[in-house]
C-alpha cells in the first residue's frame, strides 16, 4: 500500500507539473512542451527541459497553449493579451 501511495503522488506531481507547460504545436504534427521566452517578429523561442533553448519559425507553428497569458504587439503599437 505505500508504494501506491508514493506512486500515484508522484503520478500526480508529474501530471501537474507537465499541465504547467507552455505546448507548441506545429504545421507537420509536432508537439513541443516547455517555457516560452521570448519571441520576435521571424521566431518563437521555447526552453526545453531535454533541449534547451529551441528557436521555431513562425510559419512552421500551428497554434500555442500558453500557461500565463501572452503579450502580442501589434502592427500598430497596441498590444494584445491572451486569456
Known sequence: MPRFS???VSLFFFLGCHALADQVSLKNG???SGTIVKSDASTLVLHTDYA???S???NA????QASEPLH???QD???AVSG
Open 6 to 8: 508514493f506512486l500515484a
Open 30 to 32: 509536432d508537439r513541443l
Open 52 to 54: 534547451g533553448d529551441v
Open 56 to 58: 521555431l519559425k513562425w
Open 61 to 64: 507553428i500551428q497554434g500555442i
Open 72 to 74: 502580442v504587439e501589434l
Open 77 to 79: 503599437g497596441k498590444t
